[in-house]
């Protein structure tokens, strides 16, 4: 199987990428904020606490999103991989991804991350709060949750680096642009 991360700030654009590479290469498509937003709009138990969570711009415990996820992934049978969009984000979630796919014989094969300056991120996602009105799109929440994604996500970078998986790519351009850069390093793999 291929097993693709994509990196990326909030707003960076790794949604769209990761339906893009999923469709392009007949990968499953896993982002844990969807996941997150259809509990909250289905107001589930755990949708309340992911609501809550999300509108300070904090992360979802580990535990939570590691049981969301070893379901997700089991619903799954004879498929070519998955991208995992917005997971994992910390370096005990990277040994829980490797523990869930190892329980398969599975590793991850490669690390994308999108690099997008902190200004082009605020932009987008104001811009963003105003199309969808999402509430969770203020100014404070953004800039809390590119802190918490620096500080969480960068020490992944460096582990990734020393396993050769890791990859940047930049993450300011068109859609199709940044699409065939994450394609040209896909196959080489």
Known sequence: MF??????????GKGTQSIKIAEKYGLIHI????????????K???GVKFKSLVEKGELVPDELIIDILDSALHKYQNINGFVFDGFPRTLNQSGDLDNLLGKDKESVTLVLALDVDDNEVVTRLLKRAVIEGRKDDTEDV?????????????????LYKKQNKFVGIKGIGSIDQIFDNICGEIDKR
């Open 3 to 12: 097993n693709l991360i994509l990196f990326g700030p909030p707003g960076s």
């Open 31 to 42: 982002s844990t904020g969807d996941i997150f937003r259809n509990e909250i709009k289905q």
């Open 44 to 46: 589930t138990e755990l």
């Open 142 to 158: 953004i800039k809390n949750r590119l802190q918490v994604y620096k500080d969480q996500t960068y020490p992944l970078i460096d």
